[in-house]
């Protein structure tokens, strides 16, 4: 089925290290693509979208990458920091429509000091 | 939390009984969604509103119903609780092909 999934389920880092992760999606009609951060006992929290017609984008620290021939997505955190610790989610817009999101199951990031 | 509120924030209840949970939002969004998130399966879309008393179902709405009377409140309703209901549930608003941004959830138990 049509779904968004993640290459990684946890991935450790030492501070101060580059951080990349994974997404594989399957639709190809997606057209827009989120990276949410969710902290413990948090909601998740936005980081960094791109649309369909974008291959990359940079916010602060972290820049995302959409590779639609191959349909991956991958999130990089520059620097990484204890506070990044987290489990992050990449989310896909199947749906204009009512913005239907589909969620990966998540990749927890553990930063070691 | 991007001006969504939920409460209660924790609730434990018994199999049977009636439970609604609020969302409340201050940013005037079209769009509000209702999920479970729960190990293993991520987070699943239950219901979702594209404005005010216009709601649709998601991939889990069994056992479940929204309503929403104005564009500040969503209101989920479990009729009669059940065990396989204990999650955390999420309030997320947004506008069309936009992100959704989160509230801070609701433990939910089911004894």
Redesign the interface.
């Known amino acids: 089925g049509e779904s968004v999934g993640l290459h990684l389920p946890t991935l450790s880092v030492q501070e101060g290290d580059n951080s990349i992760i994974n997404c594989a999606y399957s639709n190809s009609a997606s057209?827009?693509f989120?990276w949410?951060k969710q902290e413990s006992?948090?909601?998740?929290?936005?980081i960094i979208?791109i649309r369909s017609n974008m291959d990359k984008r940079q916010g602060q620290r972290v820049t995302v990458l959409l590779n639609k021939t191959v349909k991956h997505l991958s999130l990089q955190i520059a620097a990484t920091q204890p506070g990044d610790s987290a489990v992050y989610?990449c989310a896909e817009?199947i749906n204009?429509?009512?913005?239907?999101?589909i969620?990966?199951?998540?990749t927890r990031l553990a930063v070691h000091p | 939390d991007a001006g969504i509120t939920q409460s209660p924030r924790h609730k434990v209840t018994e199999t049977g009984t009636p439970v609604t949970l609020r969302c409340h939002q201050t940013e005037n969004h079209r769009y509000m969604y209702w999920y479970r998130q729960d190990p293993g399966h991520g987070l699943r879309l239950i219901h979702y509103s594209y404005g005010v008393k216009d709601t649709d179902k998601g991939e889990v709405s069994d056992g479940y119903s929204v309503s929403r009377s104005k564009t500040e409140d969503f209101l989920l309703t479990l009729e009669s609780a059940t065990s396989s209901q204990t999650s955390v549930y999420f309030c997320a608003g947004g506008g069309s092909a936009d992100t959704q941004y989160f509230g801070p959830g609701t433990r939910l138990t089911v004894l």
């Open positions: 057209d827009y989120i949410y006992g948090k909601g998740p929290q936005f979208d989610f817009n204009g429509g009512y913005n239907k999101l969620f990966g199951a998540g």
